[in-house]
């Protein structure tokens, strides 16, 4: 196993190197760039545009521009925003405890609900309460965040008062635990309701293949109980599909939830990452993208790993 995840280590640097210069290009052939804000700056000359290209380095070629950017990059120096005139990774450290205080609820929320609740569905197929989730899980899959979210503030914010409208915390107020319990329940709760439907069909659809198998009817010829037969021997191995579409969510804890965070005003990564792209702010685009490149190649790796544990007869040479 240790060999398998050098040698999946070491295949992921060409790859991410890859991932990088096409996001590059595909970033530099956007029209306007950061400099759009000034050239409609009134008073500004020509002049003045050359000095900035030449300030942020601008005017140099392209692939000198994506050597300077890499080298600095890979050394810790992810450069300044362009628009912010701040560096990019104090920017990045300064949103990220707050993605990962949102992601992270609800991540463990959504784990701890999809687990029981496709598994009963699953073991109780065709009743009242499978067709009542199945019927819930379609409708907020097919719910758009956005609406969603606004929905949820129109509901519990503006008619019933009950909950805060947006950002982290009530302004001008210590840090108060209750306060910042108030202003998560709502973004915490829009993300999470999308993402639950998706996990509980996915593990519904996985626990009804794995109860129709042989070693089942096995195990319940032996004498087993229903219970430990469910839980030690099905789920372990219909956990398979959850297990790629959990590790596959791990650059969210990252890089959030653009649209939601955004809806809410909370002050976290995916919405520093909404205003970088909105202003075309280079340095700020390229290293959330890096990471959550590199994220996404850290979770298929880690879905690999836990398939083995989860399947006995999978081994990696």
Do not use: C
């Not at 029209?31 to 380095?57: C, K, M, N, Q």
């Not at 050597?67 to 005139?85: A, N, P, R």
């Amino acid at each position: 196993m240790g060999r398998y995840v050098l040698r999946r280590l070491v295949q992921s640097v060409p790859l991410l190197l890859g991932i990088s210069v096409i996001v590059f290009a595909i970033l530099k052939a956007v029209p306007g760039g950061p400099l759009a804000l000034y050239e409609s700056t009134p008073g500004i000359t020509d002049e003045d545009i050359r000095r900035l290209e030449h300030s942020f380095g601008l005017d140099q070629p392209l692939p000198v521009q994506y050597v300077t950017w890499l080298g600095k990059f890979v050394t810790g120096d992810w450069g300044y925003s362009l628009v912010q005139h701040q560096p990019v990774l104090s920017l990045i450290l300064e949103r990220l405890p707050n993605t990962l205080y949102l992601m992270g609820t609800v991540f463990v929320a959504v784990l701890i609900l999809a687990i029981p609740i496709g598994t009963i569905t699953a073991v109780r197929q065709y009743s009242l309460l499978d067709h009542a989730v199945t019927g819930a899980t379609f409708a907020f899959l097919s719910t758009p965040t956005f609406w969603l979210g606004l929905l949820l503030i129109i509901v519990f914010g503006l008619d019933l008062r009950w909950l805060p409208l947006g950002g982290m915390a009530t302004a001008g107020l210590p840090f108060d635990l209750g306060d910042r319990i108030r202003h998560l329940i709502l973004p915490a709760t829009t993300i999470a309701l999308v993402q639950l439907g998706a996990r509980v069909r996915y593990l519904r659809a996985s626990m009804l293949e794995t109860i129709g198998l042989d070693y089942m009817r096995t195990a319940r010829a032996k004498g087993l109980a229903e219970s430990a037969i469910v839980i030690r021997h099905a789920l372990k191995n219909a956990a398979i599909p959850l297990v790629t579409i959990i590790a596959l969510d791990i650059p969210e804890l990252f890089i959030g939830a653009l649209v939601t965070e955004q809806i809410f005003g909370w002050p976290g990564i995916g919405r520093l990452f909404w205003d970088a792209a909105t202003r075309t702010d280079y340095p700020i685009l390229m290293a959330v993208l890096a990471v959550s490149s590199a994220l996404v190649i850290l979770g298929n790796l880690i879905a690999d790993v836990a398939y083995g544990y989860l399947d006995p007869r999978i081994r990696y040479a």
